[in-house]
């Protein structure tokens, strides 16, 4: 008679070493809520973490909750008919799911090359938001809706593709806690000879091991396009409703500021076949836990739930990182070499457009003045005018009314020339101030 049947059937019936607590109780726990589902949106975070953090990608193997979610999530990356069945859904490029790209960035006007890009890149995005908690200077003047404008001098010119490195954080040492967990809980339902949460959570720990060592093969990389030979200087704003960003620098580095992108790239691209079987992994292991983990003790369900408690907080632990802040640091400091971030606030937009021109000196001022300001009365004319005139000539701006002022103008558009123009000397102020502490920083 076959022998290994019989051991089989011996220990299905008794503990290896000890009998396991709670063995006679006439309940069991019910999972099925639990497995594959709870913690699924901490474990899709968690895992986007793995191509930023040193050493993500080894420290995978726990008994991670989740599994279907992940397993829906990243199996829309595979693309072959089986898997576009099995995980239906849009396609999307691997730094879009793991939200490394997708944002919509800036309008941004260029001061002398005349490229307007109304949507820019992931990365304008990136630098409007950084700009938006620096401190400030405030310029004496008017206000009714103030505006900061922030000066970039982008003095270092990224390679077209780089690896930026991947952050050192305590991972590995909090990683250590789910998965000794994990281990321990999988031992104890040995030992008490419940095999069937022993196997689960195994699995678990097997199937989460290599999730994490597939979907973290990728290589960060950032990308930007070169730029023609001989192209103008690439100065130009960033425009939104409450900030502006005035960039100045070679053309290569606005490009990556205005096109560059965060992306992944996998070895079996353009069809990901080895996420799209790891995802098969996952759902493997959902549908496994959630029929037989209900077959085990007691004892064994409580060990089971332990493991993928532990795991949810490690999750959360990690998810709680707030990956924009991650993603900024990675332009600021590696791709850009920490540029000088300037920022003033002005106090009305009309303040605001000249502090903007003055900075750019721009070939054509007026394609600029009329994008951010596109009033065109009379009143309003005169005044662009009057400004374009002095920025182009470098006369100042000690507006006299003789300057500006003629019959046909009524008494209205006299006192709101006269407020225009007393913006365009705050404005004026404001360009003198950041001159003299641009060139004390030189």
């Known amino acids: 008679m076959p022998i290994i049947p019989q051991v089989t059937a011996a220990l299905a019936h008794r503990s290896v070493l000890f009998t396991a607590p709670l063995d006679r109780a006439n309940f069991r726990l019910d999972t099925s809520g639990v497995a594959g589902v709870f913690g699924g949106e901490e474990a899709v975070s968690a895992m986007a973490t793995v191509h930023v953090y040193e050493h993500r990608k080894w420290l995978g193997w726990y008994n991670s909750p989740g599994s279907y979610v992940i397993a829906k999530r990243y199996g829309r990356l595979a693309k072959s008919k089986f898997f576009d069945g099995l995980f239906p859904g849009v396609h999307t490029d691997p730094a879009t799911l793991f939200e490394l790209d997708g944002w919509p960035g ?200 332990t493991s993928l408690a532990v795991s949810w907080g490690y999750n959360l632990w990690l998810s709680a990182f707030d990956k924009e802040r991650i993603q900024r640091d990675i332009l600021m400091k590696q791709v850009l070499q920490e540029p000088q971030l300037t920022k003033y606030v002005l106090g009305t937009r009309t303040s605001m457009v000249v502090f903007v021109l003055l900075i750019l000196q721009p070939e054509k001022p007026d394609k600029i003045m009329n994008s951010l300001l596109p009033n065109d009365t009379k009143a309003w004319g005169k005044w662009k005018d009057a400004v374009i005139s002095r920025i182009q000539t470098a006369k100042g701006f000690d507006f006299d009314q003789a300057d500006w002022d003629d019959d046909s103008f009524t008494d209205r558009d006299r006192k709101l020339l006269s407020t225009l123009f007393q913006d365009a000397r705050d404005a004026y102020d404001g360009f003198k101030k950041y001159h003299r502490a641009s060139d004390y920083k030189t």
């Open 106 to 305: 800036p309008k941004f006007i260029a001061a002398r090359s005349g490229t307007i890009i109304d949507e820019t890149s992931h990365m304008a995005a990136l630098l409007l938001k950084e700009c938006s908690n620096i401190l400030s200077v405030e310029v004496d003047g008017r206000k009714t809706q103030p505006v900061g404008v922030t000066i970039a001098e982008l003095h270092h010119i990224p390679n077209d593709e780089e690896n930026p490195a991947q952050f050192r954080t305590l991972a590995p040492v909090y990683a250590s806690v789910p998965i000794v967990v994990s281990l321990v809980t999988c031992v104890m339902c040995l030992l008490v000879g419940d095999w069937y949460s022993f196997s689960m959570i195994l699995l678990g720990i097997v199937v989460s091991g290599i999730s994490c060592l597939v979907i973290g093969s990728g290589t960060f990389l950032f990308t930007h396009p070169k730029p023609a030979e001989g192209s103008p200087c690439g100065d130009g704003i960033l425009k939104s409703d409450k900030d502006i960003v005035v960039l100045k620098g070679d053309e290569a580095a606005v490009n990556s500021i205005t096109r560059g992108r965060f992306s992944l790239r996998f070895n079996s691209e353009p069809h990901y076949e080895n996420i799209g079987w790891c995802s098969v992994l996952l759902m493997i292991q959902f549908v496994a836990q959630l029929l037989l983990i209900p077959q085990g003790t007691l004892f064994g369900q409580m060990m089971f739930v």
